[in-house]
T-cell receptor, first 114, second 110 residues
Framework: NAGVTQTPKFRVLKTGQSMTLLCAQDMNHEYMYWYRQDPGMGLRLIHYSVGEGTTAKGEVPDGYNVSRLKKQNFLLGLESAAPSQTSVYFC?????????????FGSGTRLTVV | GDSVTQMEGPVTLSEEAFLTINCTYTATGYPSLFWYVQYPGEGLQLLLKATKADDKGSNKGFEATYRKETTSFHLEKGSVQVSDSAVYFCALTVNEKLTFGTGTRLTIIP
């Protein structure tokens, strides 16, 4: 099992450029998430999805868009990158285990906007 | 809203010392509580969890007890090793969303 796979692992963008981060999971999980990790701030939820075709805003959604056209994929888009979006991005998926949710995280994408 | 407050770091200890990392929470419902660990350059791994009051989660010598009366889930280990050096995150979930604390960087000196 590959688990949660994020593509790419590293990227450098110029201010104003656009890009899409891909998250793929092979565990048939219903729920998927995008987080960003910044020093001293932990992980903050950007957007999430509770099933194929659904998306919802998290804590810090501004400047990002997402899509979940297929159950196994969750895409995060930056339409016009800004230096404030320099961060490490983590994708996760989860399922209900009966008493709580079980989460699996990807290995992260390090994005630098110059 | 739901939130997690973690002991600020960094924390530096000598090998074999006793470790405590404090974590308190605020939640509107009945949360499940987690500790995640992040080793350098890697993603997050589940260390332990507890789903109801008075539950004790344990793994790899680490323990944490879900204390509803003090809304706490402090992480403890009796004798730390150099290999425990990492960033530790306390987290909670009430629904399907996982809310994290700010993380505590732990460094163990031989």
């Amino acid at each position: 099992n590959a688990g949660v796979t994020q593509t790419p692992k590293f990227r450098v963008l110029k201010t104003g450029q656009s890009m899409t981060l891909l998250c793929a999971q092979d565990m048939n999980h219903e729920y998927m998430y995008w987080y960003r990790q910044d020093p001293g701030m932990g992980l903050r939820l950007i957007h999430y999805s509770v099933g194929e075709g659904t998306t919802a805003k998290g804590e810090v959604p501004d400047g990002y868009n997402v899509s979940r056209l297929k159950k196994q994929n969750f895409l995060l888009g930056l339409e016009s990158a800004a230096p404030s979006q320099t961060s490490v991005y983590f994708c996760a998926s989860s399922y209900w285990q009966g008493a709580t949710y079980g989460y699996t995280f990807g290995s992260g994408t390090r994005l630098t906007v110059v | 809203g739901d939130s997690v407050t973690q002991m600020e770091g960094p924390v530096t200890l000598s090998e074999e010392a006793f470790l405590t990392i404090n974590c308190t929470y605020t939640a509107t419902g009945y949360p499940s509580l987690f500790w995640y660990v992040q080793y350098p350059g890697e993603g997050l791994q589940l260390l332990l969890k507890a789903t109801k009051a008075d539950d004790k989660g344990s793994n790899k010598g680490f323990e944490a007890t879900y204390r509803k009366e003090t809304t706490s889930f402090h992480l403890e280990k009796g004798s730390v090793q150099v290999s425990d050096s990492a960033v530790y995150f306390c987290a909670l979930t009430v629904n399907e969303k996982l809310t994290f604390g700010t993380g505590t960087r732990l460094t163990i000196i031989p």
